[in-house]
T-cell receptor, first 115, second 112 residues
Framework: GENVEQHPSTLSVQEGDSAVIKCTYS??????FPWYKQELGKRPQLIID?????GEKKDQRIAVTLNKTAKHFSLHITETQPEDSAVYFC??????????????FGQGTILTVHP | DTAVSQTPKYLVTQMGNDKSIKCEQN?????MYWYKQDSKKFLKIMFS???????INETVPNRFSPKSPDKAHLNLHINSLELGDSAVYFC???????????FGDGTRLSIL
């Protein structure tokens, strides 16, 4: 089955700096890669996702890059703000096949943005 | 209105009891899921239903039984609760199984 490794487990940055979180996956057939943000005591919220037919996607201050050959994908947050502080999860899925929406999550990264 | 709503938000009960968690989505989605988030924040899928039909059943003890009376509802019944069942249980839904998943607010289950 799919295995997703996420690094780092904790990340501390100063406000205004950039933050990068990296994930690797094991199943070369995986083709859908969402990122979720979870604030303390709240639900995971989808912040950006990418499918394997593109290499990069941006939405304002956040971007995701995908390297299918190396089987890794990354989340980039620029101009970080204190409200970006949360746990971030990457996930991978073999969408459209017999995985039926089975998302495999990474272990999470605790991002702290210091004012 | 909350798109994916779960009840109750908190559930505190004793070992050996039976309890249920309810989930409803008003998004018109076909697919619904149950996830378990343990004390280390690890998220793992338990079950998935598509149009009331079970399509994912991970290696979950058979004390856990999901039920989908219609495609807008997915409930989770747990028999003979054990200490290790303490976790946050999230319901999620997606338009179809290959579309983005949206989570409910979670149910924090604590076993005494």
């Amino acid at each position: 089955g799919e295995n997703v490794e996420q690094h780092p487990s904790t990340l501390s940055v100063q406000e205004g700096d950039s933050a990068v979180i990296k994930c690797t996956y094991s199943d070369s057939a995986s083709n859908y890669f969402p990122w979720y943000k979870q604030e303390l005591g709240k639900r995971p919220q989808l912040i950006i996702d990418i499918r394997s037919n593109v290499g990069e996607k941006k939405d304002q201050r956040i971007a995701v890059t995908l390297n299918k050959t190396a089987k890794h994908f990354s989340l980039h947050i620029t101009e970080t703000q204190p409200e970006d502080s949360a746990v971030y999860f990457c996930a991978a899925e073999r969408a459209g096949g017999t995985s039926y929406g089975k998302l495999t999550f990474g272990q999470g990264t605790i991002l702290t943005v210091h004012p | 209105d909350t798109a994916v709503s779960q009840t109750p938000k908190y559930l505190v009960t004793q070992m050996g009891n039976d309890k249920s968690i309810k989930c409803e989505q008003n998004l018109g989605h076909d697919t619904m899921y149950w996830y378990k988030q343990d004390s280390k924040k690890f998220l793992k899928i338990m079950f998935s239903y598509n149009n009331k039909e079970l399509i994912i059943n991970e290696t979950v003890p058979n004390r856990f039984s999901p039920k989908s009376p219609d495609k807008a509802h997915l409930n989770l019944h747990i028999n003979s609760l054990e200490l290790g069942d303490s976790a946050v249980y999230f319901c999620a839904s997606s338009l179809t199984w290959d579309q983005p998943q949206h989570f409910g607010d979670g149910t924090r289950l604590s076993i005494l």
